[in-house]
């Protein structure tokens, strides 16, 4: 009959190592930040709205004998040009962790706020509100909140401002704005997109 060793009295066994990065699960690589989750949540839940958005618009038009056909302002068009040039510098600044490049990309993207600001202001001189039409509304609809969104993500970034400046920022933090940042500008190609096809 064997007997089972018992360790000395007063010791504790010593618990298994587990390799940094593992959960204990067997997974090799390294999680994700949470700023990072909360980021890809957020993306996921835009898309979705904006998605869901597309095929009203699309059902409204297709059954609205009263759809408005307008050209979009030009200045749309260069609001695109400053908002893309944003997400260069932004990435620029985090891969050199440099300020001076991310306030370059603050101002950029209030720039794009006020330049959408006056193509609305160029609608409305048209007599062109969201009250006069079903196209007019959708344009307002999906570029106000595509607004409201780029207006949290310079919250964001300016959250990481204060951070960098300060040399207490993660660079999985950085890395959930900018890639939040990015996704700002590609939406925004896809609804001046849809807005040109669909006008």
């Known amino acids: 009959m064997s007997t089972a060793v018992l360790p000395p009295s007063g010791t504790v066994p010593a618990a298994p190592a587990v390799a940094p990065g593992g959960g204990g699960g067997?997974?090799?690589?390294p999680r994700p930040s949470v700023a990072q989750t909360g980021v890809w949540i957020g993306i996921a839940t835009i898309s979705m709205s904006f998605a869901a958005l597309t095929s009203a618009l699309v059902v409204r038009q297709?059954?609205?004998?009263?759809?408005?056909?307008?050209?979009?302002?030009?200045?749309?068009?260069?609001?695109?040009?400053?908002?893309?040039?944003?997400s260069v510098t932004l990435e620029q600044s985090r891969r050199r962790q440099a300020v001076a490049t991310l306030n370059a990309t603050l101002v950029?993207?209030?720039?794009?706020?006020?330049?959408?600001?006056?193509?609305?202001?160029q609608l409305a001189a048209q007599h062109l509100l969201p009250a006069t039409g079903p196209r007019s509304a959708f344009f307002y609809l999906?570029?106000?909140?595509?607004?409201?969104?780029?207006?949290?993500?310079?919250?964001?970034?300016?959250?990481?401002?204060?951070?960098?400046?300060g040399a207490a920022l993660a660079p999985a933090t950085f890395k959930a704005a900018a890639v939040y940042w990015h996704f700002m500008a590609v939406l925004w190609l896809y609804l001046l997109t849809l807005l040109t096809i669909r006008g």
């Not at 950029?108 to 202001?121: D, V, Y």
């Open 26 to 29: 067997g997974g090799g690589g």
């Open 62 to 86: 297709s059954s609205a004998p009263d759809w408005q056909h307008f050209p979009l302002p030009p200045l749309l068009y260069l609001n695109t040009v400053v908002l893309l040039v944003s």
């Open 108 to 121: 950029l993207g209030l720039l794009f706020l006020l330049g959408q600001i006056l193509a609305w202001r």
């Open 142 to 165: 999906f570029t106000a909140l595509h607004g409201l969104h780029v207006l949290g993500g310079l919250g964001g970034l300016l959250y990481v401002q204060r951070r960098l400046a």
